[in-house]
């Protein structure tokens, strides 16, 4: 499966624009969970099934009845899988975004935790699978990672209570913290929710202290698109996981805005920055290739590029990905992956 679905399935043509919106301790991944839940348990058990229900929840299309603790839990997406997982619960079935592609380490993680084994998916090709979904007989449908919720939710909530965001503009702005929140709620799961984003935040907070050099250095994030080079720092795009590290925007970001951030060969300058980040999650199907990016005058005489001062992100490992599109699982393991290409871009190595 590409980077663009690694997450949330959007349609191609959003996805290009979208693809990179934005643990030293490799237990933070499995502290999401303390869940002992087997194959034969697909959802965590909670200390009183009937604590806290019914719940109700407004959303952008109606309003979602939990009348008590759900125990078989349906995904819709790759991020509402990450959701489930954090929260300790394994999924009755899930889409196959990885579509026989390896899965990503911080996913692999928690499967391996709960003790998993192969989750069951269905096949996403043609969007989601109703009759998959409802052959499970779901107690709940997470559906708080997807673009599709405009036309999949009348034909899930028929089939179990549908879990997603009250405003459908939520589909592109709502945080991973937020997503995880409403879930938890609709699964009796809140004090694990915020268990789950307290160690995701003490992992930024240490990577930080372990690297005070980070602080105050500029950045620009650059993601080679099939259609243009785009400037992904700007200055109106929430603060990342750069930032959280440390690092800050630089005065060319307010150049840029979601709906303007394509940087033309003759503009390369403008990336510019103490340390320069660049990814190329499409490969051959990018407007330029890295070879000849990197061989471009313009951009060897960057002081960033001159001074070494320029790292690549890799894609191969889901990485860029995770950055484009953060969750409970992967925000740990980006910090993990993510601090030591910085410490080297930073020191100039």
């Known amino acids: 499966m590409s980077v663009l679905n690694r997450t949330r399935r959007r349609p191609a043509a959003r996805a290009l624009a979208a693809v990179t919106a934005a643990a030293a301790c490799l237990g933070l991944l499995t502290a999401c ?3 002992t839940a087997a194959k034969d348990k697909p959802a965590a058990a909670g200390a009183d099934a009937s604590a806290g ?24 997406s790759d991020g509402d899988t990450a959701i489930a997982l954090a929260l300790g619960i394994v999924p ?21 935790k709960l003790g998993a084994g192969k989750l069951k998916t269905y096949d996403d090709t043609d969007g989601t699978a109703y009759e998959a979904i409802a052959a499970e007989a779901p107690d709940v449908i997470l559906g708080m990672n997807t673009w599709e919720m405009d036309a999949d939710y009348a034909k899930l909530q028929p089939i179990a209570p549908v879990v997603t965001f009250t405003d459908k503009a939520h589909a592109d702005t709502l945080t991973w913290q937020d997503r995880l929140k409403t ?17 995701n935040e003490k992992a930024t907070t240490d990577a930080a202290a372990a690297h005070p050099e980070f602080k105050g250095k500029t950045y620009t994030y650059t993601v080679v698109h099939p259609e243009q080079i785009s400037f992904m ?9 750069f930032e959280k590290l440390g690092f800050t925007k630089t005065d060319k970001a307010k150049n840029y805005a979601p709906d303007k951030n394509a940087v033309s060969l003759e503009n390369l300058d403008q990336l510019d920055a103490d340390v ?11 407007v330029i290739s890295a070879t000849e990016l990197e061989s471009n005058k313009l951009f060897q005489s960057l002081n960033a590029v001159k001074s070494k001062h320029f790292t690549v992100i890799p894609s191969e490992n889901s990485l860029s990905s995770a950055i484009a599109y953060p969750d ?13 290409l910085l410490a080297k871009a930073a020191a100039g190595q």
Do not use: C, H, M
């Open 33 to 35: 969970s303390d869940s």
């Open 53 to 76: 229900f019914p719940v109700s929840l407004t959303n952008a299309w109606g309003t979602t009845e939990v009348k008590k603790k759900p125990l078989k839990v349906a995904t819709v």
């Open 92 to 112: 009755v079935i899930t889409p196959d975004v990885e579509d026989g592609a390896k899965i990503p380490e911080y996913k692999q993680r928690a499967i391996d």
């Open 183 to 199: 879930a938890a709620k609709a699964l009796g799961l809140s004090a694990k929710a915020d268990e789950v984003i307290a160690a």
């Open 233 to 241: 720092s700007y200055a109106a795009q929430d603060p990342g996981v």
């Open 276 to 286: 320069l980040l660049v990814t190329y999650p499409f490969g051959d199907r990018g």
């Open 328 to 340: 409970p699982l992967s925000a740990p393991w980006v910090v993990e992956q993510l601090t030591p």
